[in-house]
């Protein structure tokens, strides 16, 4: 399994911004989709994910601004991401756990947020 992400880029506060990530290989073993992100001076944390039953789960400091989705026909999930803060800031990868509990990444995104 590969996983490959795009999207992220630079935005003021307030805005939007949507990342992508496509799953290459085994996709049918994948069961949790999901969106770390790790910003400077600080440990790596889970941002969202989303089951293979299209179960969201997401962090306390984004609950209502983004939002997890995946299309399982293109094998892809994506991070709509609203009401952007600075405090958003912060290299964001994509990460994807199978039936074995086995733990794939994809390359990290940067998304920047001025204010």
């Known amino acids: 399994v590969q996983l490959q992400a795009s999207g992220g880029g630079l935005v003021q506060g307030g805005e939007s911004l949507g990342l992508s990530c496509r799953v290459y290989?085994?996709?049918?073993?994948?069961?949790?989709m999901a969106w770390y992100r790790q910003a400077p001076g600080k440990q790596r944390e889970l941002v969202a994910r989303?089951?293979?039953?299209?179960?969201?789960d997401y962090a306390d400091s984004v609950k209502g601004r983004f939002t997890v989705s995946r299309n399982s026909a293109a094998n892809i999930f994506s991070l709509q991401m609203n009401s952007l803060k600075p405090e958003d800031t912060a290299v964001y990868y994509c990460?994807?756990?199978?039936?074995?509990?086995?733990?794939?990444w994809g390359q990290g995104t940067l998304v920047t947020v001025s204010s």
């Open positions: 989303i089951t293979e039953d299209d179960s969201p």
């Open positions: 990460a994807a756990q199978d039936r074995w509990n086995k733990n794939y």
């Open positions: 290989g085994s996709r049918r073993s994948i069961t949790i």
